[in-house]
């Protein structure tokens, strides 16, 4: 499974734009790119997941460039709700008998 | 549709006691997972089961164990329980892919 490097912890405000970038420079040509955001006591939500260019659904947008070798998970207008660890996650969309392979994460506060 | 149960949802136990943790995934879904979450180690997986087979098994000592019934439902069992195993444990089932769907977890509490 490719590792991935994603910051630590993130500050923003509510009501902005919030773009976390994920380092993943060793990605395989069968690989998935996919984010779980998760509370603090609950277990992690999946978010979105993509291969290429771009994907958008109702809560997140991703952006995968040409060379797959990063992904930016972007979060528009957030809220207070959105304080979370976000994970970055790459790997065969096949290969669940592998596990996931879970970071750090990125620790997202927002603020008001 | 109803989610990942994961029962209980608090325990406590004693040193050298044992545990046993159930998990329900959604309907249809053949694949269970099990992790264990520390604020140390973070998300570390376990074992996975597929039509009640464990398909693949994380590094963890033998003291920790799993089944998966015939109706998908699984169960994870640790022995001889150590405090450094008290953890929240989480239960993700999927199809296959990588769109998987954890429960609350169980938060286990070793004194």
């Known amino acids: 499974l490719a590792k991935t490097t994603q910051p630590i912890s993130m500050d923003s405000y509510e009501g902005q734009e919030v773009n976390i970038t994920c380092s993943h420079n060793?990605?395989?040509?069968?690989?998935?790119i996919t984010w779980y955001q998760q509370f603090p006591s609950q277990g992690p939500r999946f978010i979105i997941q993509g291969y290429k260019t771009k994907v958008t659904n109702e809560v997140a947008s991703l952006f995968i460039p040409a060379d797959r070798k990063s992904s930016t998970l972007s979060l528009p207008r957030v809220s207070l709700s959105d304080t979370a660890v976000y994970y970055c996650?790459?790997?065969?969309?096949?290969?669940?008998?592998?596990?996931?392979?879970f970071g750090k994460g990125t620790h997202l506060i927002i603020q008001p | 549709k109803a989610g990942v149960t994961q029962t209980p949802r608090y325990l406590i136990k004693t040193r050298g006691q044992q545990v046993t943790l159930s998990c329900s995934p959604i309907?249809?879904?053949?694949?269970v997972s099990w992790y264990q979450q520390t604020p140390g180690q973070g998300l570390q997986f376990l074992f996975e089961?597929?039509?009640?087979?464990?398909?693949n098994k994380g590094n963890f000592p033998g003291r920790f164990s799993g089944r998966q019934f015939s109706n998908s439902r699984s169960e994870m069992n640790v022995s001889t329980l150590e405090l450094g195993d008290s953890a929240l444990y989480l239960c993700?089932?999927?199809?296959?892919?990588?769109?998987?769907?954890f429960g609350s977890g169980t938060r286990l509490t070793v004194v």
């Open positions: 996650l790459v790997g065969d969309t096949g290969g669940g008998a592998d596990g996931l392979t």
């Open positions: 309907s249809g879904h053949r694949s």
């Open positions: 060793n990605i395989a040509t069968n690989d998935y």
């Open positions: 089961y597929f039509s009640e087979t464990q398909r």
């Open positions: 993700a089932s999927g199809t296959g892919g990588y769109g998987y769907t």
